[in-house]
């Protein structure tokens, strides 16, 4: 599969602006800068909030930001989604997986495919971050300033001799 990536991203058009919908106002040139940047933010973000206990929370995060950057038009790609929500009950990222729907079937539909891709992707971020937003809204007091992966390590450092 790896000797196939390069000829793969070529035929799905991650060179320029076309494929990352929600970076459309973008140079096409700075697109697949500004989405590594997005990704590598994220997975920084990720890694200070993940909770050691609960890995697939984190690996939702990081593939419903990847998904809302590189917007795959093939529903099935959000299969691998869907099973790490369920695994880490985070339901607020299905919409992202459910916006793959509209740009699939834009072309039957007589739809813009890039207009329509980027309006269900669009609206699938919106909904994550503001459902992530009720949630810093209402956290619970206790933890370690809301980072999960920091009130874990002062569980494991207090239980210790």
């Known amino acids: 599969m790896l000797g196939y990536l390069g000829g793969y991203l070529g035929e799905e058009q991650y060179r320029g602006a076309a494929r990352y919908p929600l970076l459309g106002p ?5 697109a697949p800068a500004a989405a590594l940047l997005v990704l590598g933010a994220a997975a920084a973000w990720t890694a200070w909030r993940a909770d050691p206990e609960s890995p697939a929370a984190g690996a939702a995060t990081m593939v419903g930001v990847a998904f809302c950057v590189v ?16 695994a880490a009950d985070r339901p607020r990222w299905l919409a992202v997986a459910a916006a793959a729907w509209p740009a699939y079937l834009a072309g039957a539909l007589h739809w813009d495919h890039t207009a329509t891709q980027a309006i269900a992707y669009g609206v699938a971020a919106l909904l994550v971050a503001a459902a992530a937003a009720r949630g810093l809204l209402t956290r619970r007091p206790g933890g370690a300033a809301g980072y999960p992966a920091a009130a874990s390590l002062a569980r494991r450092s207090s239980a210790s001799p």
């Open 26 to 30: 973008l140079p096409a040139t700075w």
């Open 71 to 86: 917007a795959p038009e093939y529903p099935w790609y959000a299969l691998l989604l869907v099973a790490l929500l369920a």
